[in-house]
């Protein structure tokens, strides 16, 4: 089954349904997850690189995320990556591959297949440039 899943979490509230569905794939086959959170920066002309959340935000959530698996038994590690805005997709794709993961979890604020076109979903684009399994959580 899937021995390495990659998660990728944020700040949003589909978070937690994220992680029990990462929870109970890992107890199914004794897996290990690595929790990917991205703190994107957005590059100001001439304002230099402004951070979305400060190392402290980005941090705690990431060690809340494997915290609340390694309570399951499930052996987790954590990652915090910067990424500039609008990468996101890209660097999660990346960690999958660098890692060897599995398969990607992640979440997805359900936007409309024509509203994910339009506003560039993050989950649409892993999704495209993905080349191991993606499991999208709504």
């Given at each position: 089954?899937?021995?390495?899943?990659?998660?990728?979490?944020?700040?949003?509230?589909?978070?937690?349904?994220?992680?029990?569905?990462?929870?109970?794939?890992?107890l199914?086959?004794?897996?290990?997850?690595?929790?990917?959170h991205?703190?994107?920066?957005?590059?100001i002309?001439?304002?230099?690189?402004?951070?979305?959340?400060?190392?402290?935000?980005?941090?705690?959530?990431?060690?809340?995320?494997?915290?609340?698996?390694?309570?399951?038994?499930?052996?987790?590690?954590?990652?915090?990556?910067?990424?500039?805005?609008?990468?996101?997709?890209?660097?999660?794709?990346?960690?999958?591959?660098?890692?060897?993961?599995?398969?990607?979890?992640?979440?997805?604020?359900?936007?409309?297949?024509?509203?994910?076109?339009?506003?560039?979903?993050?989950?649409?684009?892993?999704?495209?440039?993905?080349?191991?399994?993606?499991?999208?959580?709504?």
């Amino acid at each position: 089954m899937y021995e390495k899943l990659l998660v990728a979490v944020d700040h949003s509230k589909i978070t937690e349904r994220v992680l029990a569905a990462a929870r109970d794939l890992a107890l199914l086959s004794q897996g290990e997850v690595w929790v990917l959170h991205l703190r994107e920066l957005e590059a100001i002309p001439r304002g230099g690189v402004i951070p979305s959340e400060s190392d402290d935000e980005a941090q705690s959530n990431v060690d809340a995320a494997v915290a609340e698996l390694s309570q399951a038994g499930i052996t987790a590690i954590g990652v915090v990556r910067n990424t500039l805005f609008g990468h996101a997709a890209r660097e999660i794709v990346s960690e999958a591959k660098a890692e060897d993961v599995d398969a990607i979890i992640m979440g997805s604020l359900g936007r409309s297949d024509l509203g994910g076109l339009v506003l560039g979903s993050t989950a649409h684009k892993v999704i495209h440039l993905a080349d191991r399994p993606v499991l999208v959580i709504r």
